[in-house]
């Protein structure tokens, strides 16, 4: 199968923290992941995509200073929320694209963060 | 015009019966279709992919793409109430690494 993991599954901090989330593809290497935010009620928002090695490509109004995104390995990509505020409360998923030929993208369990 | 289109719903069905589920697409160029199943509070699973025109199956699923008419559907055979969900489809931009998604369909079994 195609694992991806998130670590951790749910976080609350105060305001004004940062939040470091994990995301790890199990049994397969993941040259590209991707960082989606979902608002309840609402589809899945892109925030980046992260590509090992390489910096990575965020979306339109997603600010980069504050949503810090390091892909080190082939299966390891971290997001750190920096000086997080409650409208940063949202569930954070990640995925992973496992075969360059199918763009088929796994997801993480996704990482619920709660800012006070 | 919003790149996906789907009805958010909920679609109610009686356990049994045959779910329907419909996407439109904007991007002409789009290759790779897939189909996602979200329970409430948690993540997206892949349910089918789908590239080529037509039906492809997969035990009670089946996934339908028609290009020239820029949808793609998913049938769910004999619904259970398991089935209950947010289903979400999703397209690769032509050219592009990128995924979007529909705001998904609310699916409702009722036993």
């Known amino acids: 199968g195609a694992v991806v993991s998130q670590h951790p599954s749910r976080v609350i901090c105060k305001s004004g923290t940062s939040v470091k989330i994990e995301c790890r593809s199990l049994?397969?290497?993941?040259?590209?992941m991707f960082w989606y935010r979902q608002f309840p009620k609402q589809s899945l928002m892109l925030m980046a995509t992260?590509?090992?090695?390489?910096?990575?490509?965020?979306e339109q109004g997603v600010e980069k200073d504050k949503f810090l995104i390091n892909h080190a390995s082939l299966t390891l990509s971290t997001l750190t929320v920096t000086s997080a505020h409650p409208e940063d409360s949202s569930f954070y998923i990640c995925?992973?694209?496992?075969?360059?030929?199918?763009?088929?993208?796994?997801f993480g369990p996704g990482t619920r963060l709660t800012v006070l | 015009q919003k790149e996906v289109e789907q009805n958010s719903g909920p679609l109610s069905v009686p356990e049994g019966a045959i779910a329907s589920l419909n996407c439109t697409y904007s991007?002409?160029?789009?290759?790779?279709f897939f189909w996602y199943r979200q329970y409430s509070g948690k993540s997206p699973e892949l349910i089918m992919f789908?590239?080529?025109?037509g039906d492809k199956e997969d035990g009670r699923f089946t996934a339908q793409l028609n290009k020239a008419s820029q949808y793609v559907s998913l049938l769910i055979r004999d619904s259970q109430p398991s089935d209950s969900a947010t289903y979400l489809c999703?397209?690769?931009?032509?050219?592009?690494?990128?995924?979007?998604f529909g705001i998904g369909t609310k699916l409702q079994v009722i036993p």
């Open positions: 789908i590239y080529s025109n």
């Open positions: 992260s590509n090992e090695g390489s910096k990575a490509t965020y």
């Open positions: 991007d002409r160029g789009s290759q790779s």
């Open positions: 999703a397209f690769l931009s032509g050219g592009y690494q990128k995924v979007t």
């Open positions: 049994d397969f290497q993941a040259t590209t």
């Open positions: 995925s992973a694209r496992r075969d360059t030929s199918t763009d088929t993208q796994y």
